[in-house]
């Protein structure tokens, strides 16, 4: 039995909103076909954008959506996506299955996805094979309200007003695909891109520099010391492995040992967070930069016979529980982390949903960021529990995780039982005086359990029978599960 003791009077400073943010790149069929099908496609499309997926993705209130890549960024050049489709030049999207890339989904598409989703803007510039002018022209191309050649093109391209454009990534993974370059090397290079990046909307632009590859601390240390001071944020990209990038492991496995191997490497974001955190606030001890995880999520091998360069894997129950376990490691550092973007929202790695031909599917990970919206924004509070420690093949873990927030009069608790054998009783203390409590719980009889496109929804919330007694809330939660219990 758990006791999960929540003092919601103990507020514990508030949860950035972003940290529930989207990536969508040029990858595979995220883009096309996931998002985007065109104005002439036989599926339900407005303006191109797919109906059912937006519809689907409208209903988690998603904060940011982070474009164009990924490595993708660091190989487009924005001007091939804009004017008459007809006209746009093609290229090889060479980071991923070398596959024709048309273009017909550029800066004008995007926006518009932005505003059905009622979501905001990250754009990712070039650096790798960019030049400066390229991404100064761009962001006034976007940003610019006034009487100039690059604003009055977008007017010529069908968009008057300028758009809202809150972030704006300087490279990516520029130690990598994007250029590998060493760290003081993108320092300069950042330096030198940023100082040209204007602002031209009401707001600053939120300036990210391309961080560090997982626990690479020398770099964020170089980050923090040379680009800090025109930078908002700085990025970190951290995978979840069943063992490490080499041996990724398979997303539909329902072997124990994998199961318990990938649940702890999950748990380890605590302490690649934790290293960081320190070197940020040794150089930042008012905390006023964001550490921004700007791609997230499980990585395995793709699933056989699909396209290696288009990372597609199946989503199960293991997944949901991995998001929840990393939600809340985000949620228990929102002094630093200001947003977090999972990889990716549609058909490429950890996605919301999956989609074959006109079918699409919810996955068990977009259930997790459903039940937990009501933390975006809201204060966290203290949560004091010990859930034990679960695990088996050599695998020890622990077995709860949960985390609370209150936000206009309503409390909600999320938490996840890790273990694959043992279902748990949970008691949840609160104080204060709440009358109406419900819950919801998500759990699989089996760890690969997922959603196919047969329209039977293995995988998806239903109702948590809850007692409550004497100011204590209790229920039991089954084994592999993650639950949302709302006080109001
Ligand atoms: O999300 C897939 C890829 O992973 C991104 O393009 C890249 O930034 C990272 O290596």
Excluded at 160 to 180: I, M, Q, S, T, Y
Excluded at 219 to 245: E, F, L, P, R
């Amino acid at each position: 039995m758990t006791e999960i003791n929540v003092k919601t009077r103990d507020k514990k400073g508030k949860i950035s909103k972003y940290i529930y943010g989207q990536f969508a790149e040029h990858l595979g069929r995220c883009i096309y076909e996931g998002l985007y099908v065109g104005e002439d496609s036989e599926i339900e499309n407005v303006n191109g954008m797919r109906r059912d997926v937006v519809d689907a993705l409208k209903e988690l209130e998603i904060p940011v959506l982070r474009w164009p890549g990924g490595c993708f960024a660091d190989d487009y050049h924005w001007r091939d996506g804009i004017g008459p489709k007809e006209d746009r030049p093609y290229m090889v999207n060479t980071n991923w299955g070398k596959v024709v890339e048309n273009n017909h989904f550029g800066t004008h598409e995007f926006f518009e996805l932005v505003e059905q989703l009622g979501t905001e803007a990250y754009i990712c510039g070039n650096v790798g094979s960019g030049t400066v002018r390229e991404m100064r022209d761009w962001v006034e191309y976007m940003t610019f309200g006034g009487d100039s050649p690059l604003a009055n093109e977008r007017r010529k391209n069908g968009r008057e007003e300028p758009w809202k454009l809150k972030f704006f990534g300087v490279g990516n993974e520029n130690w990598g695909c994007g250029g590998a370059m060493s760290a003081k090397y993108y320092a300069d290079e950042f330096r030198r891109y940023a100082t040209f990046i204007r602002d031209y909307g009401d707001e600053p632009l939120y300036k990210i520099a391309g961080g560090p590859d997982s626990r690479d601390t020398h770099w964020m240390k170089v980050m923090m010391k040379k680009c800090a001071h025109q930078a908002q944020g700085i990025s970190v990209h951290n995978y979840t492995y069943t063992h490490d990038y080499m041996n990724k492991g398979v997303s539909t496995d329902d072997d124990l040992g994998e199961y318990y191997s990938l649940l702890e490497n999950a748990f380890s974001m605590e302490e690649t967070i934790a290293m960081h955190e320190k070197i940020m606030d040794k150089y930042d001890p008012e905390k006023k930069k964001g550490l921004i995880v700007d791609e997230w999520g499980t990585w395995y091998d793709v699933l056989p016979g699909t396209n290696p360069g288009f990372l597609l894997q199946q989503n199960t129950i293991r997944d949901a529980v991995c998001a929840m376990v990393i939600l809340h490691i985000f949620q228990k550092h929102n002094d630093r982390i200001f947003m977090a973007n999972i990889a990716q929202m549609v058909n490429v790695l950890q996605s919301m949903v999956l989609t074959e031909g006109d079918k699409m599917v919810k996955t068990p990970t977009y259930y997790v960021f459903k039940m937990m919206k009501a933390h975006m924004d809201a204060e966290r509070v203290d949560v004091k529990y010990d859930g034990g420690v679960c695990g088996g093949n050599g695998h020890a873990l622990q077995k709860i995780s949960a985390d609370a927030s209150v936000k206009d009069g309503r409390c909600l608790v999320t938490l996840c039982n890790t273990s694959a054998g043992d279902e748990e009783e949970i008691t949840v203390t609160v104080d204060g005086d709440y009358k109406n409590i419900s819950g919801t719980v998500m759990s699989a009889d089996k760890i690969n359990d997922f959603n196919d496109f047969d329209g039977a929804e293995k995988v998806a919330p239903k109702e948590l029978e809850i007692k409550s007694e004497n100011g204590k809330i209790m229920f039991t939660i089954p084994r592999l599960s993650v639950a949302a219990i709302t006080l109001e």
